[in-house]
């Protein structure tokens, strides 16, 4: 990936509904509280008009790539360029947000390419799989040039009670009943503690699509709850390499048999990967003919060992920061 000079950007941005980072310590690591750098879906005027857009993923990537897209400003945290914006089309506004290929900062394993078409692969995928897990995501021209484009989610207003947690750090060396352990952390107070996630079905369609992707940078900061107890993962751009990349909290399942849901998925999506079918005419805009080859032996290996994948290589399997 060529170096670019970043563009004059707009300042700070305070996107609606955005959380707050957890604090520091042994605690629990709500949903709402997992900071992002992500979007909210606007809410049109009409109940059942925003209820069925919401819930077909073909209006939702009609709409970002038709729209006219005004940047607000910019969400700082990020460590590449991360606008948010609204899409405006036929008297709808819905939030979203913008990372322009130009506010890109190169990286060194990732020559080919560029992280937004990453992400808009990843997307792809996800769709395939039925699952859902990704929000609506295109590529398309902006303000400051090409660049990604996806549908903010609203993270819901809610206490503890109603959105249970999905990552935690525990005393002791047993991760507890309906939790899986992923290893060992320091803590603010200088003691270990156990890192654990939630063994939901949620995550682990995420373990499985994260092998697909070989997702090199899978937190918990990017695990946003959406309406009706759905899951959206985010930030995909470190994604598709061609060698052992995958760095993830979710190693709970690591060695486990697939379940037979996944399996079927993995089946489908391998028959999607085929040349000549639109999904693989769709990979070779935003891949490479290596990284799509590499991608159909990734899932081909899960369907032959029928497990999930183990940490392996000097490739660290956790990603730091984990949230």
């Keep these: 990936m060529e170096p670019t000079a970043e563009p004059a950007l707009p300042g700070p941005a305070t996107p609606p509904g955005r959380p707050e980072a957890t604090a520091t310590g042994p605690r629990d690591v709500q949903e709402g509280s997992l900071k992002d750098d992500h979007v909210q879906a606007g809410s049109p005027n009409d109940t059942d008009s925003r209820e069925t857009f919401l819930n077909d993923e073909n209006l939702q990537t009609a709409f970002l790539n038709a729209g006219e897209l005004t940047v607000r400003g910019r969400i700082e945290e990020a460590s590449n360029a991360v606008l948010f914006c609204t899409v405006t089309h036929e008297g709808r506004t819905v939030d979203c947000v913008y990372k322009p290929v130009a506010g890109e900062r190169p990286l060194w394993d990732f020559p080919d390419g560029n992280l937004a078409q990453r992400e808009v692969a990843a997307y792809e995928i996800s769709r395939a799989t039925g699952w859902g897990l990704i929000p ?3 590529l ?17 207003e809610a206490d503890a009670e109603e ?5 935690a750090l525990v005393e002791g060396d047993e991760p ?3 939790w899986k352990a992923v290893g060992f952390a320091e803590t603010g107070q200088g003691r270990p503690a156990l890192l654990v996630h939630a063994d939901d079905v949620r995550l682990r369609r995420l373990a499985v699509l994260d092998a697909v992707l070989n997702n090199g940078d899978r937190k918990g900061g990017h695990l946003l709850p959406g309406p009706g107890g759905r899951l959206f993962a985010i930030d995909h751009g470190v994604t598709f390499h061609t060698d052992d990349k995958l760095r993830t909290l979710l190693w709970g399942w690591a060695g ?7 399996v079927t998925v993995l089946e ?3 028959s999607a990967l085929a040349e000549g079918l639109p999904l693989a005419a769709r990979l070779a805009e935003l891949l ?3 990284e799509t080859a590499a991608l159909r032996a990734r899932v081909a290996a899960l369907l032959t060992s029928g497990r999930h994948p183990e940490p392996g290589g000097d490739w660290p399997p956790i990603p730091w920061p984990p949230v």
Excluded: C, H
């Excluded at 486990?256 to 996944?262: K, S, W």
């Design 136 to 138: 609506a995501t295109v």
């Design 140 to 156: 398309r021209e902006g303000p400051y040039g090409p660049g990604m484009v996806q549908r903010w989610i609203e993270v819901p």
């Design 163 to 167: 959105i249970p947690p999905l990552l």
């Design 176 to 178: 507890g009943p309906g």
């Design 256 to 262: 486990e048999p697939l379940p037979d849901e996944a």
């Design 268 to 270: 489908r999506l391998r």
């Design 288 to 290: 490479t003919a290596a």
